[in-house]
């Protein structure tokens, strides 16, 4: 079974810049893809950014590119990846709780004719605990 553990969520003024770190691990960490999402008070959970385990290539949310970027660093014997998504310029809207997640049914993004968007939260097999990010105006 895959394990998550997120860290590096804080308190910042608008503006500011936050890094958090997904250590992976586990049986299936490394299939496909690792994702980070994001759940605001009384919002539904939305994709922020993942990134292909092997190939590297990474996909962004539309409310973050130019402001986030996602990359990895695996050990070198494979056993563990951290996944770090770094936060700039950070808007009062960014407020929320980041959670990463691992081991997709089919992959992290699903496309239907010709749209994609980020694959439902039900199609992730391991989810990490969440760390809280709030940023102030």
């Known amino acids: 079974q895959v394990k998550l553990v997120e860290s590096g969520g804080g308190s910042v003024q608008a503006g500011g810049s936050l890094r958090l770190s997904c250590e992976a691990s586990?049986?299936?960490?490394?299939?496909?893809?690792v994702a980070w999402f994001r759940q605001a008070p009384g919002e539904e959970r939305e994709g922020v950014a993942f990134?292909?385990?092997?190939?590297?290539?990474?996909?962004?949310?539309?409310s973050v590119k130019g402001r986030f970027t996602i990359s990895q660093n695996i050990s070198e014997d494979n056993t563990v990846a951290t996944i770090t998504l770094q936060m700039n310029n950070l808007k009062p809207e960014d407020t929320a709780v980041y959670f990463c997640?691992?081991?997709?049914?089919?992959?992290?993004?699903?496309?239907?004719?010709?749209?994609?968007?980020?694959?439902?939260?039900?199609?992730?097999?391991?989810w990490g605990q969440g760390t809280q990010v709030t940023v102030s105006s």
């Open positions: 990134i292909y385990r092997y190939s590297g290539a990474t996909h962004l949310a539309d």
């Open positions: 586990g049986s299936n960490y490394e299939r496909n893809c």
């Open positions: 997640a691992a081991d997709p049914r089919w992959g992290c993004q699903i496309c239907n004719g010709g749209v994609c968007d980020f694959a439902p939260e039900r199609d992730f097999g391991g």
